[in-house]
C-alpha cells in the first residue's frame, strides 16, 4: 500500500472517531423529571427493570430518557405511542446499563415498521420473516423493528427472544468495525478466544439438536451472539442452568452482577 493511501486511510479514521466523539459530547441530558406515566409503563411491561434496586431504577429512568433525546423513533405506516417510544428505549438500554459511559453513536433513528417486512422493505407481499434490522449502506445510523415483534419481546417472558434488544446487541457487535460475533469494544482481551471456541461448541450443539438455544443462532456467530443475549436477560436463572460457561462468560461481556444469584 503506497503512503498516500495509508495516510488517507488514517484521516478517514481520524475524522470517523472525531465525529463519534463530537456526537457523544452532543448528546443531550435530560433536564426534567423521568415523567410517573413513563415509570409505569417500565414497571408493567419491562421485567429487567422490575428485577432492579430503587436505585438501579433512577439510573435505568435517566439513561431511557436520554436515550429518547438523542434518537429519533418514526413510525412507517403506523403511530407511535409513548409506550411504543419506551419499549425501544428500554431495548436499548437493558445491553449497556452496566456501561454508563456508552452512547449508540452509530444510530440516529429507529424505524417502527407496522409488521414484519422483507429484504426490500416491504410489508406487504411475500418472503415477510424480517422482525428486525440493523442498516447498513444508505440505511447506515438506522434500525428497523417490526412494532408487533417489540411488544411481544416484553409481553412473552418465557420465550427467550426479545427483537428489539436482538439488534441493539448487533449495533454493540458493529461498535468494532465488524458485525462478527466478537464485541471487542466489551470484552477484555484475555476473554476473546475463549469466547469464540465456546461459540464455535454452543453452534455445534445447536446443529447436533442438543440445544434448547433458538436455532437461529446456529446461522453464524454474529447471529448467535445476539441469539444468546436475548436469552440471558430474558431468562438468566434458566440460561445459568442450562448452560452455566455460557452464562459465566456473557456475564463478563455484560459486565454485569450474577443476575441468577447462586
Not at 82 to 95: E, G, K, N, W, Y
Not at 213 to 235: C, D, L, Q
Request: aromatic residues 12%; hydrophobic residues 40%.
Amino acid at each position: 500500500m503506497s503512503t498516500i493511501l495509508i495516510v488517507l486511510l488514517l484521516v478517514g479514521i481520524l475524522i470517523l472517531l472525531i465525529v463519534q466523539i463530537e456526537k457523544n459530547y452532543a448528546w443531550q441530558q435530560p433536564e426534567h423529571p423521568f415523567p410517573s406515566q413513563w415509570r409505569a409503563v417500565l414497571s408493567q411491561k419491562v421485567p429487567f427493570y422490575q428485577s432492579l434496586s430503587k436505585t438501579d431504577k433512577k439510573t435505568f429512568e435517566y439513561e431511557v430518557q436520554e436515550f429518547l433525546l438523542n434518537c429519533q423513533i418514526t413510525g412507517i405506516e403506523t403511530e407511535v405511542t409513548a409506550t411504543d417510544r419506551l419499549l425501544v428505549a428500554a431495548s436499548a438500554v437493558i445491553p449497556i446499563f452496566h456501561f454508563p459511559e456508552w452512547r449508540y453513536a452509530n444510530l440516529s433513528e429507529v424505524l417502527l415498521y407496522k409488521a414484519t417486512f422483507n429484504r426490500d422493505f416491504q410489508t406487504e407481499g411475500e418472503e415477510r420473516r424480517i422482525l428486525g434490522m440493523v442498516g447498513t449502506g444508505f440505511m447506515n445510523g438506522q434500525m428497523i423493528l417490526s412494532k408487533p415483534a417489540l411488544h411481544l419481546g416484553f409481553a412473552n417472558e418465557t420465550d427467550k427472544k426479545n427483537t428489539a434488544i436482538h439488534e441493539f446487541v448487533h449495533l454493540l457487535d458493529k461498535a468494532d468495525g465488524t458485525i462478527d460475533g466478537i464485541p471487542e469494544r466489551l470484552l477484555e482481551k484475555q476473554y476473546v478466544l475463549p469466547w469464540m471456541q465456546l461459540m464455535e461448541k454452543k453452534i455445534d450443539e445447536i446443529y447436533e439438536g442438543r440445544s434448547d438455544i433458538n436455532p437461529y443462532g446456529g446461522t453464524k456467530k454474529s447471529e448467535f451472539y445476539a441469539v444468546v443475549a436475548e436469552y440471558f436477560f430474558e431468562r438468566p436463572h434458566l440460561l445459568k442452568k442450562k448452560h452455566p460457561e455460557l452464562y459465566g462468560m456473557l456475564d463478563k461481556i455484560f459486565d454485569t452482577p450474577d443476575r441468577a444469584g447462586a
